[in-house]
């Protein structure tokens, strides 16, 4: 009887190279990186190589170029849309101590001829107030193709899509993090991507030392990015506290940092209820935090196309004052 020895998957190099040991394991190069993430999105992986990929990387931390390489990989299978946006809008972490006021912020930037891109990963999270959920009280059209995204965009400015109607895979993997126990790369590579390839690319990262390396993918991509590390891990300004801007330009790095807005602290609510925003939005109620919030991560909006950071106040101001509260 001859024994044969199996094939070895071609997928199997790349967990190698992340998990051969401490002396033998680096980091993937960016075309490794290309063409592993492609396998992945094309389905020619098994789901034990997915997991142990996933939390090889969890575990040695994603690297710029990594980041870079799997967006290079995503982008190719988007393909371009012909779609002009000016704002891309990751919104992947959900709410927990404050309720989504960046979500009055896009709304307001909109009606004033902001034309931005929305997109999320559900609810994978428990405990946490997500964008999805906040939709039709607010008035924002939830797309379910590039299509659809085009004419409301023409329409409203402001378009959510989920990342399961333009990138399943993508969303399978986040989905895991209730399996794994852990978040995966997926979550930050989400924030990057730009699918529709707008002038500003905005990025929140919680965690710290994270945001010099999505600032640095952004940078290697070619990418005008402004990263943050936004309250609970969503594109939203904290008016407590001081606020760092990693940008990217035309291939440069800069920094800047916002003052905070107050003096104290303020109160967290006991309990987010989605109304009180609408509330706000309409002027039937008022928030001190949520208001300053709003117009800081309008702001940050308004930088990121451009404008000085007095200009971007200034204006910020103005258009919260000048809302359409009818709608």
């Not at 040695?60 to 982008?75: H, I, N, P, Q």
């Not at 594109?235 to 801007?245: A, K, Q």
């Amino acid at each position: 009887m001859s024994l044969t020895t199996p094939e070895e998957h071609p997928f199997a190099v790349f967990v190698r190279i992340l998990g051969k040991g401490k002396r033998g394991a680096r980091g993937l190069t960016r075309e490794e990186a290309r063409e592993a993430m492609g396998m992945l999105l094309d389905g020619r992986v098994e789901d034990a190589q997915l997991g142990a990929f996933l939390m090889l990387l969890r575990h040695k931390e994603e690297s710029a170029e990594e980041l870079a390489g799997f967006t290079d990989a995503v982008r190719a299978r988007i393909g371009e849309q012909g779609i002009t946006v000016d704002l891309d809008w990751p919104s992947y972490a959900g709410k927990k101590r404050h309720l989504p006021w960046y979500l009055l912020a896009a709304k307001c930037l909109a009606g004033n001829g902001v034309r931005i891109l929305m997109h999320g990963g559900g609810a994978h999270t428990a405990g946490r107030l997500y964008s999805e959920q906040l939709l039709d009280l607010l008035g924002i059209a939830r797309c379910e193709s590039w299509g659809e995204v085009g004419a409301v965009l023409e329409r409203d400015r402001l378009a959510f899509i989920p990342l399961g109607t333009w990138m399943p895979v993508l969303q399978r993997m986040i989905d895991l993090r209730n399996v794994l126990g852990l978040r995966s790369p997926i979550h930050s590579l989400a924030r990057i991507l730009n699918p529709l390839n707008a002038r500003c690319g905005l990025q929140s990262i919680f965690h710290p030392g994270y945001q010099d390396t999505h600032r640095e993918a952004s940078r290697l991509l070619g990418d005008h990015a402004i990263v943050i590390k936004g309250e609970g891990g969503e594109i939203e300004i904290n008016p407590d506290n001081i606020s760092h801007l990693y940008g990217t330009t035309a291939g440069d790095a800069w920094d800047e940092e916002w003052s905070a807005l107050s003096t104290q602290r303020h109160v967290k609510p006991a309990e987010l209820e989605p109304q009180h925003l609408l509330d706000v939005w309409r002027g039937t109620a008022a928030d001190a935090y949520g208001e300053l919030a709003v117009t800081a991560t309008m702001a940050l909006g308004l930088r990121g196309l451009g404008y000085s950071r007095d200009e971007a106040f200034e204006l910020a101001s103005r258009y919260w004052a000048q809302r359409n509260l009818s709608n």
